[in-house]
């Protein structure tokens, strides 16, 4: 009786970590010029139609649509404005540079502080200690135990819903402008200048066509962006597994894969958040550009398992209510855990 050949060993496949999987996605970490350009001018094309339909005489139904989606593509803007503050989209052109601080005043987002403070974030994201430059502030159980009633107010009142919610006048007014003009003026000259063009277009948009158009043109749709924005940028780091470290235990693509969630959307809210769900890969490389992000996931298997957040409601709610890290289960927990 005739024995068969030993079948050959199956050799298990390479798996990338560390630097090797970052520098695996550096083929990916250059944009298309002519395909940057046309998601920069169509978005801002969309942006100023709906915005000048605000102002048209239309019924005031058709003017609050067109708000909404004003508020939409402001969104989408935002993250493209995003990419090219990292470089990662048109990153040798000065007109590029020149209209991207412009909108960052418009979107009250100047250029010195995003570019301070996010650059901070990436290389900083889920650490203990230090991460809360750019980012929502994390406490321990223990740390928010040892806090003063004025701190922990203070800590709780950052990561309150309605405080995210309303975004616009905590996060991006006085957040990202009267703050740090305040604390640094040299530095952050732009951020005078964002609340003194903000209340210069409120003005003139009111001489024009009254408290209607100040609503339509102007608050509502920087209302919608920045409650999405804030809420987008908390539940990317503050989501049910997440982890956080110690100076000890940190690497970049730890932070990068176990800190970062990808939100799991639709093809249209996609587009308007233009990928920036896809924020494990973005925290991993952030100069791939937002456009070439599902074809790093495509592309790569060990991004394909990420950590999940999606838009449903009690997955909202859920991640809202998370408020301190607990070191020895390593969660995080809401007040009640405490």
Known sequence: ????????????????????????????????????????????????????????????A??????????????????????????????????AEGLMRVMGILMLSPS????????????????????????????????FRQSSTRKRFNYLFVRHPLTILFGYLFMFLHGMCVYPFFNHPREHLDCLVAVLVHVAISFGLYALGGWTAVICTQL????????????????????????????????????????????????????????IGYHHIHHLNSRVPFYRLPEVMAALPELQSPKIVRLWPADIWRSLQLKVWDVPTQRMVGIRGL
């Open 62 to 95: 058709v003017k609050l649509g067109c708000s909404v989606l004003a508020g939409l593509f402001l969104v989408r803007f935002f993250v493209i404005y995003h990419d090219q503050q990292h470089h990662a989209i048109l990153p040798h052109s000065k007109l």
């Open 220 to 275: 509502l749709p920087h209302f919608i962006m920045d409650a999405i924005g804030s809420y987008f940028f908390y539940v990317q780091h503050n989501f049910p597994d997440v982890s956080f470290s110690d100076k000890d235990g940190w690497t970049y693509e730890k932070a990068a894969l176990e800190s970062s969630s990808y939100m799991r959307t639709g093809p249209i809210m996609a587009w308007f958040t233009a990928n």
């Open 112 to 143: 010195s502080v995003w570019r301070s403070s996010h650059n901070h974030h990436h290389n900083h994201n889920s650490k203990l200690r230090g991460s809360h430059i750019g980012s929502y502030p994390i406490m321990t159980t223990e740390q």
């Open 1 to 60: 009786m005739s024995s068969s050949p030993n079948p050959l060993p199956t050799r298990a496949p390479h798996v990338k970590a560390g630097t090797e999987l970052i520098l695996a996605t550096k083929p990916f970490a250059h944009d298309h010029t002519l395909t940057s350009w046309w998601v920069v001018l169509s978005t801002l094309a969309l942006l100023a139609a709906t915005l000048a339909a605000t102002l048209a005489t239309l019924p005031l």
